[in-house]
């Protein structure tokens, strides 16, 4: 019993520690307190001040748009090379793990740096043009959607492919039709987890953005350092809608994770 207690007083601990900071700050965005400390009365004029301001909503149509077209592009570069490799040689499929990690553990300042050598002084590349930007982008989210395919191609039967090319199947079609469908989880769950990454991303954008562009999180730290009070205050709100989209996503895919599962354990 007391094991148990423990368990449990840990566990709020943890929970506590986590969330209770994004809970704090969201009752803040309902009020008309200007810094963390003092709550005033009750306000909305922080959610109106985010959908009314169009510097605001430049910047955060500006990031999902980056955000999902980088998790498009690496989620195919991710997906492929984690075929790629399941499918080569030991030696083959060993080197590309290496170096598929390389990129995970480099620290993103290292990563963003080099890519805007790469594009704007080797090839020329303007970052005016976004290229640069979307190629650090996708340079970094490429190996986790790699991370998350690869699982579930292990647990895929590997006699499954070369069965279809025996029944007549084209090695194209038995991708589209064989291997895709069952790895279709752990697509989704890097395309997710890059669309998160590419949002929570601050080096590589500060080293590869355009000047006049700013993702979230650039915006955010430049607003610390002398915005107006009412666009810091919408930032709190800003805030609060991105953890409760979150939040929605996570119960979603979950659930449909559970259905998927149950409806497989019926047949």
Known sequence: MIKRCGKGVFLAL????????????????????????????????????????????????????????????????????????????????????????????????????????????VFGVSKDTFFPLLAGHVTLCAPFVYLSVMPKLKQMDPGTYEAALDLGATPQGALFTVILPQIAPGIVSGFALAVTLSLDDYFIATYTKPAAFDTISTYVVNATKGAQTDIKTALWALAAVIFVIVVLVVVCMNVYAARQEKRRACR
């Open 14 to 121: 943890v929970l506590a520690f986590l969330y209770a900071p994004i809970l704090i700050l969201m009752v803040y965005s309902f009020t008309t307190s200007t810094q963390i400390g003092t709550i005033r009365g009750f306000s909305l004029q922080n959610y109106i001040t985010l959908l009314t301001t169009r510097e605001l909503l430049v910047m955060i149509r500006g990031t999902v748009f980056l955000a999902l077209g980088s998790a498009a592009i690496a989620s195919v570069l991710g997906t492929l090379g984690a075929i790629g490799s399941f499918y080569s040689r030991r030696r083959t499929a060993s080197f590309l793990a290496a170096m598929n990690q390389v990129p995970v553990v480099n620290a993103d300042v290292v990563t963003g740096f080099s890519i805007c050598i790469l594009m704007v002084v």
